[in-house]
């Protein structure tokens, strides 16, 4: 079998590779089927040249071939023996497949591409990139249907180089072209670089996915130590108040068990005196009839006198209000701790969402980033100072010359004029007021700061739980317990961006575009309001619906 295939193939040509038909033989002693040759010679004619397709020998003028009479008798008798003449079909090109370039007629596929002849070879048509010294510096790739990208389109050049500059391949003219003066490499460097930077980034890559593996497998560790810690802390409490429970109920036995005794003791007393009594009663009973008195007398001596314990004055009978001040006691504890587990939720809920971790978004930077944290902002009327309007659904506050009608409350700023907003702000939020007048400031605050009276404890800007952006018609100031003046005019619209988490607060000036006045970095360690103070007559802040 294997000779058989060495006779087939050395007596096929290496165009077509189907077994000779007509041979020829060309003057540097290679064989081809006359037809495939003349074929071949034919689409040079325009070159004036003409070559072997194997050894790629040139020959001027073109050779005028003869039969080989010799050559077409042995392929005759290897034909008669049965030597198949044609490859399988699983070797010819299909529509998906790379097609030898230098196949006549039906193609086979390629097996590889040159990228210094620009054709695709079958393994026929190839060995002369292997035999022959002319070719041993071509470069041979994969088959590739995208030969032609490797040409110049401008100068019909082989691209070999990398233009940095431009991002893209050229050929070596175009160094001395369009592309004169530009950082210039060669495209294998070029390569080299792109896949250093790829394995340098896949390296990083794999190393931030281990960190954050490793951040997962510790929030699941501290996660399930909180719960369990919790749980514990919990169970204590439970078994804190169960044991105060126990205690109540049992002191509350013990004395009821005291002064059931006392009262029964009482009880006995008069039960006793009612019987020596009614003993009494019956002996004198005999002497009722008797008309002499003085024989009744000497019978009947005077009653001893009742003891303090049995007086009836002694006796308080309160039906079902003996214990009523420890029941009283136990819902004032009842509240108390209500209003403790309240007041502590809030924090521990504020500490399970401040948890975050290394996947925090970068401040936005367009008015169109920081408005997909827009949220609605509207002001809550019981914190209201008397001397603010609400109006446009309590999102525009305006400082009038006269108390409004709002009734008292808690939460009201009694002398300050300001107002807090209805929403808690927690995470990522961003919001805009717009304002008109002389001046407004421009807050938030904790839920926490005082609302009674004009100390700094309840002005926006001057204590540890307040943050404010003082704006006038020609300037700003910002101020956390010290105010900063800061250089330019006062924007009419202020966007205010916040990172609860980060404990990020940014003030901008919103026109065409965002421009930042005062960014404050710090812990917020309380849910945030946002808040409007306003000093003159006339003055407004509107906070503009998220669009």
């Known amino acids: 079998?294997?000779?058989?295939?060495?006779?087939?193939?050395?007596?096929?040509?290496?165009?077509?590779?189907?077994?000779?038909?007509?041979?020829?033989?060309?003057?540097?002693?290679?064989?081809?089927?006359?037809?495939?040759?003349?074929?071949?010679?034919?689409?040079?004619?325009?070159?004036?040249s003409y070559s072997c397709p194997q050894c790629r020998e040139t020959f001027i003028p073109r050779p005028v071939l003869k039969k080989n009479t010799m050559l077409a008798a042995l392929v005759e008798q290897l034909k008669k023996t049965g030597l198949q003449a044609a490859p399988a079909d699983h070797c010819y090109a299909g529509p998906e497949d790379v097609a030898c370039d230098s196949c006549i007629g039906r193609k086979l596929k390629a097996s590889k591409s040159c990228l210094v002849c620009l054709a695709s070879f079958c393994e026929k048509h190839l060995q002369p990139h292997f035999d022959s010294a002319a070719f041993k510096k071509h470069k041979l790739v994969e088959p590739s249907k995208n030969l032609q990208e490797n040409i110049c389109s401008k100068h019909d050049r082989l691209v070999e180089v990398f233009c940095r500059t431009d991002q893209k391949c050229i050929c070596y003219v175009c160094i001395m072209d369009e592309h004169k003066g530009h950082e210039i490499v060669s495209a294998a460097a070029e390569r080299t670089e792109r896949q250093r930077e790829l394995e340098e980034r896949i390296q990083d890559l794999e190393k931030d996915v281990k960190l954050l593996q490793q951040e997962v497998e510790a929030i699941n560790r501290s996660a399930d130590k909180t719960v369990e810690d919790s749980e514990e802390i919990f169970t204590q409490l439970i078994q804190l108040l169960q044991k105060r429970s126990s205690e109540v109920k049992q002191q509350i036995r013990s004395q009821q068990e005291t002064e059931v005794?006392?009262?029964?003791?009482?009880?006995?007393k008069l039960e006793q005196e009612i019987t020596e009594l009614k003993r009494k009663?019956?002996?004198l009973e005999q002497f009722s009839h008797t008309e002499d008195h003085n024989q009744f007398l000497l019978n009947y001596l005077p009653l001893p006198a009742l003891s303090e314990s049995t007086h009836s004055s002694s006796?308080?009978?309160?039906?079902?209000?003996h214990f009523e001040g420890v029941a009283a006691a136990v819902s004032e504890l009842r509240d108390k701790l209500q209003d403790v587990l309240r007041d502590s939720w809030t924090n521990i809920s504020l500490m399970v969402t401040k948890v975050d971790v290394l996947l925090s978004e970068p401040e936005p930077k367009s008015r169109a980033e920081f408005l997909r944290y827009s949220c609605e902002i509207t002001l809550d009327p019981n914190t209201a100072?008397?001397?603010?309007?609400?109006?446009?659904?309590?999102?525009?506050?305006?400082?009038?010359?006269?108390?409004?009608?709002?009734s008292s409350h808690p939460d009201r700023f009694t002398e300050r004029w300001q107002v807090l907003s209805s929403e808690s702000l927690t995470g990522r939020c961003y919001w805009e007021v717009e304002w008109r007048g002389k001046s407004v400031y421009v807050a938030v605050a904790y839920k926490s700061i005082s609302r009674a009276g004009r100390g700094d404890e309840c002005k926006f800007g001057y204590n540890k739980k307040s943050w404010a952006l003082y704006c006038t018609q020609t300037s700003y100031e910002y101020g956390d317990k010290i105010w900063t003046s800061i250089s330019g005019p006062g924007p009419s619209r202020v966007g205010v961006y916040l990172d609860h988490t980060a404990g990020i607060l940014s003030f901008y000036s919103v026109s065409e575009t965002m421009t930042l006045i005062h960014r404050v970095q710090t812990r917020f360690t309380e849910p945030l309001l946002a808040g409007v103070r306003i000093n003159k007559i006339g003055s407004s802040a509107e906070f503009s619906k998220p669009r």
């Open 1 to 48: 079998m294997e000779q058989n295939q060495f006779d087939r193939e050395s007596f096929s040509c290496s165009i077509c590779l189907d077994l000779l038909k007509d041979p020829v033989t060309t003057p540097c002693g290679h064989s081809y089927c006359m037809n495939c040759i003349k074929h071949h010679w034919d689409e040079e004619d325009q070159k004036r």
């Open 281 to 283: 009663d019956a002996e």
């Open 385 to 406: 100072n008397t001397r603010l309007e609400l109006s446009e659904g309590n999102r525009k506050v305006t400082w009038m010359n006269q108390d409004q009608t709002y």
């Open 315 to 321: 006796i308080n009978i309160r039906p079902l209000r």
């Open 261 to 268: 005794s006392r009262v029964k003791d009482v009880q006995e």
